[in-house]
T-cell receptor, first 116, second 112 residues
């Protein structure tokens, strides 16, 4: 079956512009996660959705970052007024259930964001 | 102190060798534990979950020590295809929800 998909695969933008990143989770997965990975670094947890709600937004790096999920499926991560330090690969993952259990997270291929 | 710490390596081993990675976590509220594998410029994929009793999957053995707050991964009879970065992952219960913490990874190179 189809895995997690993300779009765009690459995004180059100018400093100060807004960007929107999209994630389509595996059908039927209730939980969805956003991470970012800078070059040569580990994954930084950003936010987690269980259904349409995100119980904890404290992982978002600043108030320029926001995320929503509608219909328990597609999620968008929006970065406003992008800065050069926002350049990274943004990874989305989904799992059948949430973090309370041993649920495998399935990752998408990521969106590589470059802020000039 | 990082919430999840791993030796970054790299570990350079010959084919057939046995190699072990350790990972420590700082928060005792950590609830579930995993090893993921990430190939160069690819997304992470689950290698195995780590249970309290320890578990084995073929050449891979994972152990969890809750008292000392560390997790280990043992790879026996290394193959060239085992070359990758191994990520220690902890799910943490916190007020208001949950959080997943990835270690920065340990790089493994298996040479012929």
């Amino acid at each position: 079956g189809a895995g997690v998909s993300q779009s765009p695969s690459n995004k180059v933008t100018e400093k100060g512009k807004d960007v929107e990143l999209r994630c389509d989770p595996i059908s039927g997965h209730t939980a969805l996660y956003w991470y970012r990975q800078s070059l040569g670094q580990g994954l930084e947890f950003l936010i987690y959705f269980q259904g349409n709600s995100a119980p904890d937004k404290s992982g978002l790096p600043s108030d320029r970052f926001s995320a929503e999920r509608t219909g328990g499926s597609v999620s968008t991560l929006t970065i406003q007024r992008t800065q050069q330090e926002d350049s990274a690969v943004y990874l989305c993952a989904s799992s059948l259930e949430g973090l309370a259990d041993y649920n495998e997270q399935f990752f998408g291929p990521g969106t590589r964001l470059t802020v000039l | 102190r990082k919430e999840v710490e791993q030796d970054p390596g790299p570990f350079n081993v010959p084919e057939g060798a046995t190699v072990a990675f350790n990972c420590t976590y700082s928060n005792s509220a950590s609830q579930s534990f995993f090893w993921y594998r990430q190939d160069c410029r690819k997304e992470p994929k689950l290698l195995m979950s780590v249970y309290s009793s320890g578990n084995e999957d073929g050449r891979f053995t994972a152990q969890l020590n809750r008292a000392s707050q560390y997790i280990s991964l043992l790879i026996r009879d290394s193959k060239l295809s085992d070359s990758a970065t191994y990520l220690c992952v902890v799910n943490l219960v916190k007020i208001g929800g949950f959080k997943t913490i990835f270690g920065a990874g340990t790089r493994l190179f298996v040479k012929a």
